[in-house]
């Protein structure tokens, strides 16, 4: 039987549409939101202690936090292809589907830390090279990220178990988890930057040993949580279904490796070398001057906040619209999709004149030469401008189009906006042209453009649309 638009079912149904929409958005997005939020304000106070030991440490940190981002790219890909095959496994009531998407990515991210811990530990003044021709940058810099590199391993078990957690409607355990890493990083790094007078400043390396122990924290805190969980066979708080237990279990039979591949591969491949395109522009950054990488340094306090801002609706894309398609409800995913689009974008326009009329308090509290400041300032500038532009790649690229599993499309997107405008556009204004840093980072920022460009039409045409999780296997939805 067909309803008629405008028919009493017809509306009944759009109205347990929407209360089905704002419920999910409540359950995943606030509790991301929030904790982004917390953790990008505890990131600004941070920087400002890290901003008063100067230019060279601001700079330092910066390039370490470049190759950081390349780990942290591997991690959460890995996690983020669990996340769509849990969010469709939940949809579809399939809870060996979902233990083996979790237990299978958990082994891969734990190989990727021990080796980035190895690198890390090993020769962290040769890849800190990579990044600056400034030794006393380089140095501060390698004697940062042996420290942090302490902590990748607890990062990857809690960023799996994070996944889960949202998938199954539990976000908040994360949010709290969050919360007593940031307060704990923020504590440590004012005892360890500056010292006591029962303790030592140790500077640098105190604001690595800091975001070190809160990476246990957080760790710990979501583990502990996760075992009590298991052990009850459902969430301690009621969110899960019964039927969403998480069974025990890795992908060994070859549909379901290939399946897992299929999501897993193009996905790694595609943030990857997006993050890869990162470190070029940092190392674009870095070589046009110290005071160059300093001001964008400065920027990522505020930048980051704004994005936490808005974090959430990328990742309630992923799972609302995932669960949908599990479901086998194709109108309902792109109606979530073009719902969580206009929402983003009328939020990000409002943010990004905050910024600008921010930006000149924003600077004055960092202890910086003047013309950094001046810097920072222009850059700022730009970022608001091309933000709304990044919130909408980022709800579609990393929530809508994710959500249907083939995330070759994320690869294609990745490589020819990163790869084939912003990394020429950077090298071509920043070595050829010789044009100040503003100017190169809004060459650069025209990758946004070109993924924008590729992105919409392809959300239009439900191409991304696929279902991983029925009770039969893989089918597409088209």
Known sequence: ????????????????????????????????????????????????????????????????????????????????????????????????????????????????SFAFAAVCGFAPAAIMGLYSSDPATVGAAAQYIRIYALGFIPQVVENIIAVYLRCTDAAKVPLYAGIGAAVTNTGLNLVLIFGTPLTPALGIRGAAWASTASQFVACLAVLAYFLRARHAGRMPDGAAHPEWELRPGVYRDRQGLRTFAAVLTPMVAGDFLWQLGNNVYASVYGHVGTMAMAAMTLINPLTTLVFGALAGLAQAALLMVGRRLGEGDADGAYATGRRLLRDGFLASLAIGVIVVLLRGPYVSIFDVDPEVRDTTRGILIVFAVLFPLRVVNMIMSSGILRSGGKTN??????????????????LLSAFALHWPIVVVYAMVS????????????????????????????????Q
């Not at 690869?411 to 990394?423: E, R």
Request: aromatic fraction near 8%; hydrophobic fraction near 45%; proline fraction near 4%.
């Open 409 to 426: 499309y994320i690869m294609a997107i990745s490589l020819l906006g990163t790869w084939c405008v912003g990394v020429p556009l950077g």
């Open 1 to 112: 039987m067909t309803t008629r638009p405008d028919s009493p079912g017809s509306r009944t149904s759009c109205t347990d549409s929407d209360s089905r929409f704002r419920r999910e958005l409540r359950r995943i997005a606030l509790p991301v939101t929030l904790q982004f939020l917390l953790q990008s304000s505890f990131s600004v106070i941070d920087q400002i202690m890290i901003g008063q030991l100067g230019t060279v440490s601001v700079a330092a940190i910066g390039i370490a936090a470049n190759f950081i981002g390349l780990y942290n790219t591997l991690v959460s890909s890995t996690a983020g292809a669990a996340s769509i095959i849990l969010a469709q496994s939940i949809g579809a009531r399939n809870p060996q589907q979902s233990g083996k998407a979790f237990y299978s990515s958990l082994a891969i991210m734990t190989v990727v």
């Open 446 to 477: 025209q990758e946004e453009a070109a993924k924008f460009l590729i992105s919409l039409p392809l959300f239009r045409s439900r191409r991304w649309m696929h279902r991983l999780a029925s009770g039969q296997g893989a089918d597409s939805m």
